[in-house]
């Protein structure tokens, strides 16, 4: 069966955060930081300018866990209830037309979560199917993808209707002092995302020939959220970095399987376009040079690091809305690709139709 996968609709928050903006609060606030021109050196690397769902003033307030969580739910259901109206409205269905919800967040937390709130504010059937999950992380969009690709093979005929937000902003915290989370202030950006899919042609758009999950062995500590009085935080290990590298033999090894229906049966799946999480520019790098990927074939990546920063689970799909704006040819063969806290890969690949 194939399964297609819609063009997403992405909802940016107003609040636009220059990162001068915030390499100046953290100057002030840290100037006896002992490793304050390394922390120089990677700010002026950093995306050059970030999208807050909150006003920087609210944001940088001091203010404590019950407060910023409640802010971050709210703004996670608003965007992705906003991502979600525009991804029907584009394909002409009405709610009553989706058949299962499929939700990630990992900032906000609350019970019930995101795929109630739509239910209730979308107007869904009270029977839609809904796969709620809150621990994916940075993975979220693309194991979303593969969760609604498992749904409608499983029931020919259904709509899926994926829907992806986070309030990384949230976790903008004074406390937290390590590089790495001086380095998160920078990269994190807000954004709730949205998509259909369904055994259905949705027009131009990715036609899906096989999934991939890997969990790296020995990883799950190397990102992780943490949460205290303050709110939440995400930590990271000094062996994060490597995560790329030492997952990428197993992934390399599964481009170069056949497909499960009989596809190609000998040379790699050809990588003509890649719609990858955008992590951090570290991250990209080493993506291209563990895969062999020139710069056009993460250019889509690229561009929106730069513009939005690193938008959680909704990264990936945000690519992939830059991918429909300049596509690759119909025929040709791609990677849709995510990371997330584990460390885990979560891995689709995606013929191009018209």
């Given at each position: 069966?194939?399964?297609?996968?819609?063009?997403?609709?992405?909802?940016?928050?107003?609040?636009?955060?220059?990162?001068?903006?915030?390499?100046?609060?953290?100057?002030?606030?840290?100037?006896?930081?002992?490793?304050?021109?390394?922390?120089?050196?990677?700010?002026?690397?950093?995306?050059?300018?970030?999208?807050?769902?909150?006003?920087?003033?609210?944001?940088?307030?001091?203010?404590?866990?019950?407060?910023?969580?409640?802010?971050?739910?709210?703004?996670?259901?608003?965007?992705?209830?906003?991502?979600?109206?525009?991804?029907?409205?584009?394909?002409?269905?009405?709610?009553?037309?989706?058949?299962?919800?499929?939700?990630?967040?990992?900032?906000?937390?609350?019970?019930?979560?995101?795929?109630?709130?739509?239910?209730?504010?979308?107007?869904?059937?009270?029977?839609?199917?809904?796969?709620?999950?809150?621990?994916?992380?940075?993975?979220?969009?693309?194991?979303?993808?593969?969760?609604?690709?498992?749904?409608?093979?499983?029931?020919?005929?259904?709509?899926?209707?994926?829907?992806?937000?986070?309030?990384?902003?949230?976790?903008?915290?004074?406390?937290?002092?390590?590089?790495?989370?001086?380095?998160?202030?920078?990269?994190?950006?807000d954004s709730g995302a949205a998509l259909l899919v369904s055994d259905r042609p949705?027009?131009?758009?990715?036609?899906?020939?096989?999934?991939?999950?890997?969990?790296?062995?020995?990883?799950?500590?190397?990102?992780?959220?943490?949460?205290?009085?303050?709110?939440?935080?995400?930590?990271?290990?000094?062996?994060?970095?490597?995560?790329?590298?030492?997952?990428?033999?197993?992934?390399?090894?599964?481009?170069?399987?056949?497909?499960?229906?009989?596809?190609?049966?000998?040379?790699?799946?050809?990588?003509?376009?890649?719609?990858?999480?955008?992590?951090?520019?570290?991250?990209?790098?080493?993506?291209?040079?563990r895969l062999g990927l020139d710069d056009e074939q993460l250019s889509h990546s690229?561009?929106?690091?730069?513009?939005?920063?690193?938008?959680?689970?909704?990264?990936?799909?945000?690519?992939?809305?830059?991918?429909?704006?300049?596509?690759?040819?119909?025929?040709?063969?791609?990677?849709?690709?995510?990371?997330?806290?584990?460390?885990?890969?979560?891995?689709?690949?995606?013929?191009?139709?018209?």
């Amino acid at each position: 069966m194939v399964v297609y996968i819609g063009r997403p609709a992405v909802e940016l928050p107003g609040h636009v955060v220059p990162r001068r903006r915030i390499a100046e609060d953290v100057e002030r606030r840290h100037a006896d930081h002992p490793r304050l021109a390394s922390v120089r050196r990677v700010l002026g690397r950093m995306p050059a300018q970030r999208r807050y769902s909150q006003p920087f003033e609210t944001v940088l307030a001091d203010r404590d866990a019950t407060e910023r969580n409640a802010t971050a739910f709210a703004d996670v259901c608003r965007m992705g209830t906003a991502a979600a109206r525009r991804a029907l409205a584009a394909h002409h269905l009405s709610p009553a037309d989706v058949d299962c919800v499929v939700t990630s967040h990992s900032t906000g937390d609350a019970v019930p979560g995101l795929d109630v709130h739509l239910v209730a504010e979308l107007g869904l059937r009270p029977d839609v199917a809904r796969r709620p999950m809150t621990q994916l992380g940075c993975a979220g969009g693309a194991h979303a993808l593969i969760t609604a690709v498992d749904h409608v093979r499983a029931h020919p005929g259904t709509t899926v209707l994926v829907v992806v937000a986070e309030s990384l902003s949230s976790t903008y915290h004074h406390g937290d002092t390590d590089l790495e989370m001086m380095i998160y202030k920078a990269l994190w950006g807000d954004s709730g995302a949205a998509l259909l899919v369904s055994d259905r042609p949705l027009g131009p758009g990715l036609a899906v020939a096989d999934t991939w999950e890997y969990l790296l062995p020995g990883s799950a500590l190397r990102y992780r959220k943490r949460t205290d009085a303050a709110g939440v935080h995400f930590d990271s290990e000094r062996s994060a970095p490597r995560s790329v590298a030492e997952a990428s033999p197993a992934l390399r090894d599964w481009l170069a399987r056949p497909l499960p229906d009989g596809g190609p049966a000998t040379g790699p799946w050809p990588l003509d376009f890649v719609v990858a999480h955008t992590g951090g520019p570290a991250l990209l790098t080493d993506l291209a040079d563990r895969l062999g990927l020139d710069d056009e074939q993460l250019s889509h990546s690229w561009s929106s690091l730069d513009e939005v920063g690193n938008l959680g689970g909704a990264s990936v799909l945000d690519v992939l809305a830059r991918t429909h704006t300049a596509p690759p040819p119909p025929g040709a063969h791609g990677l849709l690709l995510g990371f997330g806290p584990g460390f885990a890969v979560s891995a689709l690949k995606t013929t191009w139709v018209a």
